[in-house]
C-alpha cells in the first residue's frame, strides 16, 4: 500500500526567504499531487506531475518529480504572507493517497 | 466552470445519530472518492465509486456505508455516530483516464 511521508511537518518562513517541502513516498505511484489547504477549507490543486524530471511552477512555487528517489519536492521563492496554509503532497495508483501535510505560516 | 457540490456544509448530530451527505461530482466525471479529514490531520480515504459500483476501499467504519447513483451523485451514510467522527468530509470526483481530482467544499460534521 503506498504510504506518502512529507517533513517539515511545520513551517515557520520570513517573508523573502526561500525554502523546500519534501515528499516521499514507498511505492511506484503514477503521478504525484501538490494541494494547498487554507484552514477549515477545501482543497486546491496546485500541481500535478506525471513523469520522472517534471518540474511545474505557478508564480512562486515550482514543484518537481523524482521517480527514481520516489522524492518530489515543492520549492519555495521569496515567500510571502499570502502563502500561509498547508500544503499537502499525494500519490495516486487508482485512489489519491495523502502525505501528512506541511503547515507553512510566513511570518512579515 | 461546475465543481463539485457538497451538502450541507454543515451538519450538527448527537452521539448515536445518523446522519447523510451528499456529493454531486462534475458532469461527466464517473468516478467519486470519500475523505475524512480530523482536526489538523491528513485527509484519510474512505470509499470511492467508479460507474455506480464500488472501486476501492480504504479505512471506512462498518457503521458508515455508501452508494453512487445512477445520475452519478454519491451519499455517504452515517449511522450510530460517535464523537470521534467529528471530522470534515470531502468528496471529490475524477474522470476515468484524466490526472485530476477535484474536491467539493466538504461538509463539517459536528457530533456532540
Known amino acids: 500500500e503506498l504510504k506518502v511521508e512529507q517533513n517539515p511537518l511545520f513551517l515557520s518562513m520570513q517573508e523573502g526567504k526561500n525554502y523546500t517541502i519534501y515528499c516521499n513516498y514507498s511505492t511506484t505511484s503514477d503521478r504525484l499531487y501538490w494541494y494547498r489547504q487554507d484552514p477549515g477549507k477545501s482543497l486546491e490543486s496546485l500541481f500535478v506531475l506525471l513523469s520522472n524530471g517534471a518540474v511545474k511552477q505557478e508564480g512562486r512555487l515550482m514543484a518537481s518529480l523524482d521517480t527514481k528517489a520516489r522524492l518530489s519536492t515543492l520549492h519555495i521563492t521569496a515567500a510571502v504572507h499570502d502563502l500561509s496554509a498547508t500544503y499537502f503532497c499525494g500519490g495516486a495508483t487508482n485512489k489519491l493517497i495523502f502525505g501528512t501535510g506541511t503547515l507553512l505560516a510566513v511570518q512579515p | 466552470a461546475a465543481g463539485v457540490i457538497q451538502s450541507p456544509r454543515h451538519l450538527i448530530k448527537e452521539k448515536r445519530e445518523t446522519a447523510t451527505l451528499k456529493c454531486y461530482p462534475i458532469?461527466?466525471?464517473?468516478?467519486v472518492y470519500w475523505y475524512q479529514q480530523g482536526p489538523g490531520q491528513d485527509p484519510q480515504f474512505l470509499i470511492s465509486?467508479?460507474?455506480?459500483?464500488?472501486?476501492d476501499k480504504g479505512s471506512i467504519p462498518d457503521r458508515f456505508s455508501a452508494q453512487q447513483f445512477s445520475d452519478y451523485h454519491s451519499e455517504l451514510n452515517m449511522s450510530s455516530l460517535e464523537l470521534g467522527d467529528s471530522a470534515l468530509y470531502f468528496c471529490?470526483?475524477?474522470?476515468?483516464?484524466?490526472?485530476?481530482?477535484?474536491f467539493g467544499s466538504g461538509t463539517r460534521l459536528t457530533v456532540v
Open positions: 465509486f467508479y460507474e455506480k459500483m464500488q472501486s
Open positions: 458532469p461527466r466525471h464517473d468516478t
Open positions: 471529490a470526483s475524477s474522470y476515468q483516464g484524466s490526472y485530476g481530482y477535484t
